[in-house]
C-alpha cells in the first residue's frame, strides 16, 4: 500500500492551480523574443507544490510569429523527493491563435513535460519516466482565459503497473484564469481549475481516497517595480486533502508533506 501511494502522489505532483512563474505557452508580442527568470519561495503548481514546500529558481524564453504562431520553453527546480532522480522540469511548448471578433481571441497548441534523470526506478518501483504531453485549447475574452488540457500520453507516469486501474491517457485539467490592471504597477491574477484523472487506484490509500481528481483555486497579486522587474506574492489551494496530506518522499518515507491544501508564495520575476 505504501508503495501504491507513494506511485500515485508523485504522478499527481505536476497536476494543480495557478502557476507561480511557468511560461505554460503565452506568446510573446509578436514578431520578438522575450526572457523570463525568477525566483519564488515555493513552485505551486495547479494548486500542488513542485519543490517540497522549499524556494525554486526558474527561467525560460518565448517567441511569437506576426502569424499567430508561438513557441518556447520553460525551465524550475524540482524537489528529488517528488521526481526521484531529477532535479529539474524542462517544459517545451508551441501553440497558434488568432484574435476573432472584438475582444474575443483562441488558441491551441501541444505542451511537453520533460524531467531529465527523473524514474521512479530511483526509488525501487518499477520503471517509469514522468514526462508527459498535452494538447490544449483555449478560448479568451478581454482579461478572462478559459483553456483545456488534455493527456496524450499516460499522465505523469500513470498506469496499471503503478497500482492503477488503467491507463491515464485522455486525464484533463480545466481552468479559468482572469488578469485585472487595478492600476499602472498593480495587477490580481485570479484562477479555478479541475482536475480529471482518467483513472483511479486499485487499492485505496489508508485514507481511503482512491480518485487523485481534485479542484483548485489561487489569487496572486504583483507590482511592477520598474520597466522589467516585478515582485508578487499569492495564495493557492487545492481540495481532495485525503489524498494529499500525507504525501511520502521518495528520499524517506518517514518524510511526508501537506502537498496540496493551502499554500502562500512570492516570486521575484524580470521578463526582457
Known amino acids: 500500500m505504501n508503495r501504491i501511494y507513494r506511485v500515485a502522489v508523485a504522478t499527481m505532483l505536476c497536476l494543480g492551480g495557478i502557476q507561480a512563474a511557468r511560461a505554460d505557452g503565452v506568446p510573446a508580442s509578436p514578431g520578438m523574443m522575450s526572457g523570463n527568470v525568477a525566483v519564488v519561495t515555493d513552485y505551486v503548481f495547479r494548486g500542488l507544490t513542485q519543490s517540497w514546500g522549499r524556494p525554486a529558481i526558474q527561467g525560460g524564453a518565448d517567441y511569437a510569429a506576426a502569424n499567430g504562431f508561438a513557441a518556447g520553453f520553460w525551465g524550475s527546480s524540482i524537489s528529488g523527493r517528488s521526481y526521484p532522480g531529477g532535479a529539474m522540469e524542462l517544459d517545451l511548448y508551441a501553440s497558434y491563435g488568432h484574435a476573432i471578433a472584438g475582444a474575443w481571441s483562441w488558441r491551441a497548441g501541444l505542451y511537453g513535460y520533460v524531467y531529465p534523470g527523473a524514474n521512479l526506478d530511483h526509488a525501487g518501483l518499477a520503471p517509469r519516466s514522468p514526462n508527459t504531453v498535452e494538447a490544449n485549447a483555449a478560448l ?11 493527456a496524450l ?3 505523469f507516469g500513470a498506469d496499471v503497473e503503478q497500482g492503477y486501474r488503467g491507463d491515464s491517457k485522455g486525464s484533463g485539467y480545466l481552468q479559468l484564469d482572469a488578469v485585472f490592471p487595478l492600476d499602472e504597477r498593480w495587477s490580481l491574477a485570479l484562477h479555478a481549475g479541475h482536475t480529471h484523472y482518467a483513472t483511479v487506484l486499485a487499492l485505496p490509500l489508508a485514507s481511503g481516497a482512491r480518485d487523485p481528481g ?15 522587474w516585478s515582485l508578487g506574492g499569492g495564495l493557492t489551494h487545492a481540495t481532495n486533502a485525503a489524498f494529499y496530506r500525507h504525501t511520502a518522499s521518495f528520499l524517506d518515507s ?3 508533506r501537506d502537498v496540496g491544501g493551502t499554500r502562500g508564495f512570492l516570486m521575484l ?4
Open 140 to 150: 479568451g475574452w478581454k482579461w478572462l482565459t478559459l483553456k483545456y488540457n488534455r
Open 254 to 256: 518517514r518524510d511526508t
Open 269 to 272: 520575476q524580470g521578463t526582457f
Open 153 to 155: 500520453t499516460d499522465y
Open 214 to 228: 481534485y479542484s483548485d483555486f489561487g489569487a496572486t497579486l504583483k507590482y511592477q517595480l520598474d520597466g522589467h
